[in-house]
């Protein structure tokens, strides 16, 4: 019986995961992927091998690098890329998105569904729509291989929300009877400042640059390349951002608390969490450290957070250590071409007005949605899609 049609962008490590579990439970699901390359392997098959917890042949319905072919027909678009993504295809999907249709970003990271709202409503899409995200991606899981995808673990519980949050039952109970592992919390503010990414990728890979330089990254990401050390830096980093979320009425879960809940691992310290969880445990480091722990978790995760953080006077000097950090050795200014305040339309709102905004979906005497300026995002693709060569493959 097919529960639901799916369509799912992003053919990477999450997206040929979450494709393969889907049609393996009986959903009918079109996978789309910016370049065709990637595709050419499972168009080939037909669908997608998956191993791992979860084992068997995913068939797909539809396999293509045409989004509005993609889109057709479906119900839940499930959005798996990298962040830095988000932008591209919010412009893409415009004209083809209907009413009813409900969006699904896996993850958000931070401010994902506002920024898509914006970007959708800038370029005159007036579909009615549900944007949500989750504040993860709900699989460990890794291509292994031509149309073969790994998933070496799911959490346990994984939240997410709706913008406005009044619409959050809607998607949960799309959902609840293939990806029970969804669970709803407040709003979108709580999921993209409980963005646990952003602790646990940009600081490690720069910390770890000479040994991922030097072994092209032959090494266990979670276990060798934390160490007691650098797990204190990513503490003080997870404790900003804590700070940023309860000046906002918003109650965050400490990433110590997130890998408890999420992996049911133990430990008193977040180092001791980290070796101790066993679903991270065969999970390497970056080849290189032209990678999206840095493209997608600084500018779409720690920038935005030190944005709000600045707007409302709140001190962030960790994060702002590891943000300059990456922008020395990235030339890049990674708080240029990242998610502001104001490129979230959150610009002149207070602390209660952006609260009324991501529950209600609007605020009373303010302009919620300001028009956006598309040669801003032009600008912004351009930057992140044409200045690392290499990382094109990654936001695929």
Known sequence: MILEKFAVLGAGNGG???????ALNGCKVNLYNRSRERLEPIIKKGGIFLSGIYQGFGRLNKITDNIEEALSGTDIIMVVTPAVAHRYLAEKMSPYLRDGQKIILNPGRTGGTLEFYNILKSNNCNADLIISETQTFLYASRVVGPARAKIFGVKNRVAIAAFPSNRTREIIDKLYKILPQFSPVENVMKTSLDNIGSIFHPAPTLLN??????????FSYYQQGISPAISKIMEKMDQERMNVAESLGISPISALDWLRMSYGARGKSLYELLQNNKQYEGIGAPEEIKHRYIFEDVPMGLVPISSLANYFGISTPTIDMIIELANLVYDTDFRKIGRTVKSLGLLG?????????????????????????????????????????EYQKEVE
């Not at 040929?16 to 889907?22: F, G, I, K, S, V």
């Open 209 to 218: 640059m000479a040994w991922i330089e030097s072994t092209d990254g032959n």
């Open 16 to 22: 040929q995961a979450m494709a393969a579990y889907l």
């Open 349 to 389: 709102l207070n602390k209660k007005e952006i609260i009324d905004l991501v529950n209600k979906g609007n605020i009373s005497n303010v302009e919620v949605h300001p028009k956006l300026r598309r040669t801003l995002y032009k600008g912004l693709d351009n930057i992140i899609y044409g200045q690392f060569a």
